[in-house]
């Protein structure tokens, strides 16, 4: 439903968690159900929707999954789509909504090898910010962050506006727990 609004508007998810602790509630209020309830509710076609959950959400993982991601996202919107006969002219009415989580740091996201074994750096704020900014150009990007320190995203974000003049290659939206 959310692709067939309007022609130059597309949707994507991108889904982050790294929620062992809580298993009973992630399938019904948590990152499961999100994933669940895009798919099946809002009928979010699975090539424009990422889910890392656990074991997957390496630092390596979420990185290279978001940029695919974003890379296929492009790739409409350029013309480069494979012959699929769906290319649009610009991406500007284009949504992303982020997901994450799990445990945080002010400027920075646990991941599955950071909170288990220690031997992979977090996901740092700006990390993410950085590729939207380099990938999602003209897009809109909804941010929703379940962990301690949530605003610690937001704030990565209001810093990277000031840094450059309150000139973004993206629109963000962010709703901190």
């Known amino acids: 439903r959310l692709n067939k609004i309007a022609a130059n508007k597309m949707y994507y998810a991108f889904i982050i968690g790294v929620n062992?602790?809580?298993?009973?509630?992630?399938?019904?209020?948590?990152d499961?159900?999100?994933?669940?309830?895009l798919s099946r509710h809002c009928c979010l076609p699975r090539e424009n929707k990422i889910e890392l959950f656990d074991d997957?959400?390496?630092r390596s993982n979420v990185l290279a999954a978001l940029e695919n991601l974003l890379?296929?996202?492009?790739?409409?919107?350029n013309g480069k789509n494979g012959g699929s006969g769906s290319v649009r002219s610009n991406g500007e009415?284009?949504?992303?909504?982020?997901?994450?989580?799990?445990?945080?740091?002010?400027?920075?996201f646990c991941t599955h090898t950071?909170?288990?074994?220690?031997?992979?750096e977090w996901l740092k704020h700006n990390d993410i910010i950085e590729l939207l900014e380099r990938k999602f150009h003209g897009g809109k990007v909804w941010a929703l962050v379940d962990c301690c320190h949530s605003g610690g995203f937001g704030e990565a974000v209001m810093?990277?506006?000031?840094?450059?003049?309150?000139s973004l290659n993206v629109q963000y939206g962010c709703i901190m727990s």
């Not at 009415?93 to 920075?108: I, P």
């Not at 950071?114 to 992979?120: F, H, I, K, M, Y």
Request: hydrophobic content about 20%.
């Open 114 to 120: 950071t909170c288990e074994a220690g031997d992979e």
């Open 56 to 58: 997957r959400a390496t």
């Open 159 to 166: 810093e990277k506006c000031n840094a450059s003049n309150r």
């Open 71 to 77: 890379d296929y996202r492009n790739s409409k919107v």
């Open 32 to 37: 499961k159900a999100l994933a669940f309830c």
């Open 20 to 30: 062992q602790e809580w298993p009973e509630q992630r399938t019904s209020h948590g």
């Open 93 to 108: 009415e284009d949504t992303l909504l982020f997901y994450y989580g799990g445990h945080g740091k002010r400027d920075e």
